[in-house]
């Protein structure tokens, strides 16, 4: 309990303290112009009051992460504490500020677009795929995933039959349904679905969080959290799992995500005031942060520590859904479990919604093409939902899933790079994202050469050494161009 609550603290601390010293870096100021009054469209840019668009970047950033990574990255052991705290205050929650940041101050453009600006015309042109491929992998998954929680907890007696060897029509229903939602909320304006609707979904998730939270601060007889007492790998099988790269793309959104800097200039487009960055981008990462860490501390209470914990997960087959739900019912009750199922949907499903949002404006930024009109907005969007729908009925959950993970570490890290480019350029303190960048380049660089889903060395040091050469090569053609066009 210690180690956790030093975490939770440490958390809320580094909100008031590092986020006050970002802002300060970042030179935040309340007379500068926003795009919400520059660029006032009425669609993508419109003001939005502050607490809305909060709840709304939380829920964008959110997703299955923090609640589904964190329980399986809870079998590394404590350290997976660490992770979500250090990883949460200085790689993540500073990563969605300064990029959040940026697109504010740049007329609220998306990813890819920023990081041409900085990162020269071929990292453009490879960001806008990539960006726009992660998007769809993202309303892949955030489609699929919470239609099987919903059957999982309704009953459709006609249609339980099998449609495929993996789906039953029940299943696909319950995707179609999503799936026209997720038309709606992307090609309408931002405050008219969106807007509405997730300030609900928001207090869902908080909810959810603080019953927890609340289960593990006033059962601490019932439910012990494992204190952190070494770096030990406690996961059943950490031959072929070890801590680097492993925990690092298995925990993502409650310590670091690249999906989250692709949401961010949704909400640039919304604020109305530079001083908003801090709650908005810091706050939101800090918040998801500290869900990642109530869930993750959770799954090792509840089954009476990591070992117990493996044992769930083998046993469960790996689903974290079937996970949550136990420990829901168990400690929660069936009543209140069923709010939490519901905050778990809504954290799947407004990542889901606002990730297809997020491709129709990368999309759209790429081919130039107004979004003022339907017609446009549909024409963008129709071939990124069919592609959605492609990828759930041609590849496994679990191999979408994998790819995504290294993806969206390899995007963060990309990002990560543009943020020390942009605070170089600025003549700003480079080391707040140089060293975030070094070490993220090489968690994706070694994930290479060790997932058995890559390459797979069996030597493991050579994977490792092949990971840090790789890591150097990058870091150096990086800098290499941005003193070749800085002269």
Known sequence: ??????????????????????EKVCEIDSSNPVPSKTHYDGVDYLPLP?????????????????????LLGAAY???????????????????????????????????????????????????????LLLMVLVGAVFMSQPAELIAANISMYSLETAMSATMSWE??????????????ATIMPIDKIIGRIYPVFGLAVLVMALGILGVLLFNTDKYVIP??????????????????????????????????ATQSPMMARCMTNEKQSRSVFYGAMITESIIALIWAAIAMAFWGGTEGLNSAIAQFGGSAAKMVNVISVATLGELVASFVIIGVVACAITSGDTAFRSARLIAADMLN????????????????FLLGLFIIFALPFQTIWSYFAWMNQTLA??????????????????????????FMTYICSSYIFVSPMMAGLENRVLAYVLGGVLTAAIGMSILFQFKKGDR
């Open 1 to 22: 309990m210690i180690t956790f609550l030093i975490c939770l603290t440490a958390l809320v601390v580094a909100y008031f303290t590092y986020g006050r010293y970002l």
């Open 50 to 70: 502050r607490w809305r668009i909060f709840l709304i970047q939380l829920l964008n950033i959110a997703g299955l992460g923090p609640i589904f990574g964190a």
């Open 77 to 131: 052991g404590p350290v997976a504490f660490l992770w979500i705290t250090l990883g949460g205050i200085f790689i993540g929650a500073m990563h969605d500020f300064v990029a959040g940041v940026i697109s504010l101050k740049n007329a609220g453009l998306s990813l890819p677009e920023i990081i041409g600006k900085y990162m020269g015309e071929g990292t453009r042109k490879f960001m806008r795929i990539a960006a």
């Open 171 to 184: 299943v696909f229903v319950v995707i179609l349904l999503i799936l026209l939602y997720y038309i709606l």
């Open 227 to 260: 204190e952190l007492t070494s770096l030990q790998n406690c996961i059943a099988n950490a031959k072929d799992f070890p801590i680097v790269p492993m925990l690092f793309t298995t925990i993502a959104c409650g310590a670091i995500s690249g999906f989250h």
């Open 369 to 384: 093409i107004s979004q003022t009109g339907l017609t446009n907005r549909v024409l963008v969007s129709l071939p990124l």
């Open 413 to 438: 890290a990309i990002t990560l790079w543009c943020i020390t480019l942009y605070l170089a350029r600025h003549r700003k303190p480079v080391m707040i994202g140089l060293l975030p960048a070094l």
